[in-house]
């Protein structure tokens, strides 16, 4: 199962694919990423680039001083990072891998982040691996209720339904990017088909016909 550490990494590189940052502003895209999803924790973030640093997967590009940067009340130099050739193929086999981990509550809002610079049958596989992943969730927690509904505490009962309710959302709205999806893989099927078509015509020869004598 994907770890915290290893979503933190991988959505690090994704937004310094962008270019270099510092780690302020690093620290601010994480928040409007992922903020609306989960919060992680951004005490990690400074030991997480000395360890993508260690690893060679990153490396200091540039150092800023207070003047240089908007906003931070602060005396200290911000270095600038960028990625090596390391971490972008770090970066790319992450995008690329489509198995239960990007499925899961810790990995799958970091991987829609960057949908799109993820392949169009990789995005609709972790879509319907998340939602089939959302679907067994409901049906283990309507059974539980099942089991359980006649002893249950009201409070315990309201908290299980919050749960379905909100399980029963998340696969709705995965069902319509699902079917966003295929309409637009259909779409680049149809051109793709077009064009071949188009190639394969034969140049229209023009012939005259000259009347008879």
């Known amino acids: 199962m994907t770890s915290r550490t290893d979503v933190l990494d991988h959505t690090v590189l994704g937004l310094l694919a962008d270019g270099p940052l510092h780690g302020y502003e690093i620290r601010k895209r994480l928040t409007a990423i992922l903020g609306t999803f989960r919060a992680l924790s ?12 260690g690893d060679g997967l990153i490396e200091p590009v540039d150092t800023l001083l207070r003047d240089d940067i ?8 911000r270095i600038v990072y ?3 050739a390391d971490g ?4 790319a ?8 981990d990007a499925w899961e509550d810790e990995a799958f809002a970091a991987r829609m982040a960057f949908f799109s610079r993820t392949d169009a049958q990789v995005r609709l596989r972790i879509l319907e691996g998340r939602r089939t992943r959302l679907e067994e969730r409901l ?3 309507q059974e539980s209720i099942d089991r359980t509904d006649a002893r249950m505490d009201l409070y315990a009962e309201r908290l299980q339904r919050h749960g379905i309710e909100g399980a029963e959302r998340e696969v709705g709205w995965l069902e319509e990017l699902i079917a966003s999806e295929r309409s ?14 188009t190639r394969k015509m034969p140049a229209n020869n023009t012939r005259k016909d000259h009347p008879q004598s």
């Open 42 to 53: 951004f005490g990690s973030l400074y030991p997480c680039l000395h360890r993508l640093s």
């Open 70 to 77: 908007a906003g931070v009340s602060t005396k200290r130099a």
């Open 82 to 84: 960028g990625l090596t």
């Open 88 to 91: 972008k193929e770090a970066f």
């Open 93 to 100: 086999a992450w995008v690329a891998d489509y198995g239960p």
């Open 139 to 141: 049906r283990s927690l």
């Open 184 to 197: 637009a893989r259909q779409e680049r099927r149809q051109a793709r088909a077009a064009r071949k078509a």
